[in-house]
């Protein structure tokens, strides 16, 4: 089939990727603008990829606005999205003679939104998935063609989740457009009443709370590594930190109290205690936990 592809970070391109090595053709992507960081513009990791790729790629502000006559022109087949972060008119919905399918990082209905991964480890969830469904103008609702599960480990964090569900939604999407294009695709209503929901994530939703057992803790921290990343305070300075385990202690260490070992940073919970994987401080690098004491002279009792 002829495809149009929308989608914006490496996730996408991942997914795109599974599409371009398929029998189906790829006519052109549409992604997120470019971002400007100092004086350079930044390419969302689709863009990238198609530029190496010599596709043709659209970075519309608004694709509903801008992007329709442009789109029609290519006569496709069917439009996919994958994270592409734009909602689409029904206009754009109903450009192709197959209509959208999108792939959502998720087990629909559960974790409709935009952080579907990233939910799945908050919550301390031990499986999540894929599903390629119809796009319908209310999020994530329309009909499921195919879904697919995976186990989510311990040490995963939203990065390696991330890869693992867009490799696993490149080949779970190629199978759906195989089926529709050989007309044996079906399309099953999702189950409204057992919908949940998962917000974008903002800035205000990043601090860690250590008063929350070190199981929850441990949840929130990989759900949101390393991208923003979760966060507290050590010495009066921003700390970001990365990845964690859950950790016994004969310490009875209070929530956001510190205990230091040689190579090992043990923070205090609710419940329990956690230690720590790797972290960077602000105005500082990424490291592991044994570098960053290393170096570290001021060691305080509690966070903050």
């Known amino acids: 089939m002829k495809i149009i592809f929308l989608g914006t970070p490496a996730f996408a391109a991942t997914v795109l990727d599974a599409v371009i090595n ?10 997120q603008p470019d971002t400007v960081k100092g004086k350079k513009n930044v390419y969302s990791p689709l863009k990238s990829y198609c530029l190496k790729k010599g596709l043709t790629v659209y970075d519309w502000k608004n694709i509903n ?4 006559e442009a789109l029609k022109n290519y006569n496709a087949d069917i439009m996919v999205t994958a994270a592409y972060g734009q909602m689409l008119s029904q206009s754009v919905l109903d450009i192709t003679k197959h209509g959208v399918i999108n792939v959502h990082g998720s087990v629909l209905p559960l974790f409709r939104g935009a952080s579907p991964i990233q939910s799945a480890i908050i919550e301390g969830k031990e499986e999540t998935g894929i599903t390629i469904a119809q796009t319908a103008l209310k999020m994530d609702s329309g009909d499921i063609i195919m879904q697919a599960t995976t186990k989510i480990e311990k040490t995963d964090t939203a990065d390696s989740l991330f890869e693992k569900l867009a490799v696993l939604g490149g080949d779970l999407l190629v199978k759906a457009l195989n089926a529709i294009e050989g ?3 079906t399309f099953i209503p999702q189950n409204h009443q057992q919908a949940t929901y998962c917000k974008k994530i903002k800035a205000s939703d990043e601090k860690i709370e250590f008063s929350q057992p070190a199981q929850n803790v441990s949840c929130f921290i990989r759900g949101l590594s390393s991208n923003p990343g979760a966060y507290t305070f050590f010495n009066g300075k921003r700390l970001k930190i990365y990845n964690c385990f859950q950790t016994q202690t004969e310490q009875n260490l209070k929530a956001g109290q510190l205990f230091y070992t040689k190579k090992e940073l043990i923070i205090g919970c609710g419940i329990g205690a956690i230690s720590v994987i790797d972290l960077q401080l602000s105005e500082s690098k990424r490291m592991k936990t044994a570098d960053f004491l290393n170096g570290l002279k001021n060691r305080p009792q509690f966070l903050g």
């Open 22 to 31: 398929s029998s189906h053709e790829v006519l052109c992507a549409v992604t």
């Open 65 to 68: 606005k801008s992007g329709i």
């Open 183 to 185: 007309n044996f695709a």
